[in-house]
């Protein structure tokens, strides 16, 4: 295993970071799995059950809640359209990005991290402290000042030292990035070990349609983590030979923030000089995402394509959810409204999954909020 960047003969990585080439060039972990389906049939359902697709060294211990492996359900729309939902808002600190802090945490411990840090608009930074917390890791945590409370709570709670940033996530992530550079950088979009455990998403979503492939995916597109992850995996278990066909990635954004939707048809070429407006779905409002290209080829190489949503879009779907029993946060929402457009657009009947990112108790006060004014 190695880790390669723009050049891959030049890669920083030293006993405690390794998350940058040396001119601070995004990295890739270069890794070829093995998998042998035989192997799952005594271990647990939890993604850790995948542990020779994940490269972590054998003898680390692992930092886990034996998440993963959440449910696959069907859901239908009011306009009759359905659709299979992973429940990825169940996981121990609310959302999806548990899958990439228990292997990014895993390998930070092996490593021998005393102290690492972290950027967010909320989900990622809770997700990182709770396992950090569990590795006995000390964590500095930045978010931009109008993350949600319910979600710095989180983070304070499980004993990590929130920075609050006044600005945007764009500046949050920069003052972040600074910090990192005398510790080590446990970010959800630099760090390349956390799309290998949002990968396993797509491991279990073909182990729970019998080792078949949906047809189209639906994700929410903001720094790419379950983008990429998904690409990722889809990609191993194809040249594995374990599936057949790599589904189409589907990419929600909201009208208010979409570098991704203008990169994808060609409106804009200068990501880092995408300016955003304010949009409700804050887990997806990243205006400059740094591994945009790698979404865009993600997107392109399967044969996807980009979605663009309404606040009022969002809202409508949000309360839709909320009417069948599923009490998600908005962000969770606007990939909802992406795939029901996305559902209306076809001409005939494909196997579709998405998935509830984030619970929403974690945006209480935005949500109280946005009924008011909604």
Same mark, same amino acid.
């Given at each position: 295993?190695?880790?390669?960047?723009?050049?891959?003969?030049?890669?920083?990585?030293?006993?405690?970071?390794?998350?940058?080439?040396?001119?601070?060039?995004?990295?890739?972990?270069?890794?070829?799995?093995?998998?042998?389906?035989?192997?799952?049939?005594?271990?647990?359902?939890?993604?850790?059950?995948?542990?020779?697709?994940?490269?972590?060294?054998?003898?680390?211990?692992?930092?886990?809640?034996?998440?993963?492996?959440?449910?696959?359900?069907?859901?239908?729309?009011?306009?009759?359209?359905?659709?299979?939902?992973?429940?990825?808002? $169940?996981?121990?600190?609310?959302?999806?990005?548990?899958? @990439? %802090?228990? /292997?990014?945490?895993?390998?930070?411990?092996? !490593? +021998? =991290?005393?102290?690492?840090?972290?950027?967010?608009?909320?989900?990622?930074?809770?997700?990182?402290?709770?396992?950090?917390?569990?590795?006995?890791?000390?964590?500095?945590?930045?978010?931009?000042?109008?993350?949600?409370?319910?979600?710095?709570?989180?983070?304070?709670?499980?004993?990590?030292?929130?920075?609050?940033?006044?600005?945007?996530?764009?500046?949050?992530?920069?003052?972040?990035?600074?910090?990192?550079?005398?510790?080590?950088?446990?970010?959800?979009?630099?760090?390349?070990?956390?799309?290998?455990?949002?990968?396993?998403?797509?491991?279990?979503?073909?182990?729970?349609?019998?080792?078949?492939?949906?047809?189209?995916?639906? $994700?929410?597109?903001?720094?790419?983590?379950?983008?990429? @992850? %998904?690409? /990722?995996?889809?990609?191993?278990?194809?040249? !594995? +030979? =374990?599936?057949?066909?790599?589904?189409?990635?589907?990419?929600?954004?909201?009208?208010?923030?979409?570098?991704?939707?203008?990169?994808?048809?060609?409106?804009?070429?200068?990501?880092?000089?995408?300016?955003?407006?304010?949009?409700?779905?804050?887990?997806?409002?990243?205006?400059?995402?740094?591994?945009?290209?790698?979404?865009?080829?993600?997107?392109?190489?399967?044969?996807?394509?980009?979605?663009?949503?309404?606040?009022?879009?969002?809202?409508?779907?949000?309360?839709?959810?909320?009417?069948?029993?599923?009490?998600?946060?908005?962000?969770?929402?606007?990939?909802?409204?992406?795939?029901?457009?996305?559902?209306?657009?076809?001409?005939?009947?494909?196997?579709?999954?998405?998935?509830?990112? @984030?619970?929403?108790?974690?945006?209480?006060?935005?949500?109280?909020?946005?009924?008011?004014?909604?």
């Amino acid at each position: 295993m190695q880790f390669i960047g723009q050049n891959s003969n030049s890669f920083y990585a030293t006993k405690n970071k390794i998350w940058h080439g040396v001119n601070f060039e995004l990295l890739q972990i270069d890794f070829q799995p093995t998998f042998d389906r035989l192997k799952l049939v005594n271990r647990p359902f939890n993604l850790w059950r995948y542990r020779e697709a994940i490269p972590i060294d054998i003898e680390a211990e692992i930092i886990s809640f034996e998440e993963g492996f959440t449910p696959l359900l069907p859901l239908t729309f009011k306009d009759g359209t359905k659709a299979l939902i992973k429940q990825e808002y $169940l996981f121990p600190s609310g959302s999806y990005k548990d899958r @990439g %802090a228990s /292997i990014l945490i895993t390998q930070a411990k092996y !490593l +021998g =991290i005393k102290h690492l840090v972290q950027d967010s608009s909320g989900n990622a930074g809770a997700s990182i402290a709770t396992y950090a917390k569990k590795a006995q890791i000390s964590c500095d945590i930045y978010v931009p000042e109008d993350t949600s409370v319910a979600k710095t709570t989180q983070i304070s709670a499980m004993g990590a030292n929130i920075i609050t940033v006044q600005g945007n996530r764009k500046e949050t992530a920069k003052q972040a990035f600074e910090a990192a550079k005398k510790s080590y950088y446990a970010s959800h979009c630099y760090n390349p070990y956390f799309f290998h455990g949002t990968k396993t998403i797509a491991y279990e979503i073909c182990e729970q349609l019998d080792w078949k492939t949906p047809d189209s995916i639906v $994700l929410p597109a903001g720094n790419g983590t379950l983008i990429l @992850g %998904a690409y /990722i995996g889809f990609n191993e278990l194809y040249h !594995l +030979g =374990i599936i057949a066909k790599i589904p189409k990635i589907i990419a929600i954004q909201s009208e208010h923030c979409c570098p991704i939707y203008k990169l994808f048809n060609k409106e804009h070429f200068l990501i880092e000089k995408y300016e955003a407006s304010e949009t409700i779905a804050e887990g997806i409002a990243i205006p400059n995402p740094v591994r945009a290209l790698e979404m865009l080829e993600a997107i392109t190489y399967s044969h996807g394509t980009v979605i663009l949503v309404s606040d009022d879009e969002i809202m409508s779907s949000w309360k839709e959810m909320a009417a069948s029993g599923y009490f998600i946060e908005p962000t969770s929402a606007a990939c909802i409204a992406g795939l029901n457009k996305y559902l209306n657009s076809l001409a005939h009947t494909e196997i579709c999954v998405s998935l509830f990112s @984030g619970n929403g108790l974690k945006s209480i006060e935005k949500i109280s909020k946005m009924l008011t004014i909604y």
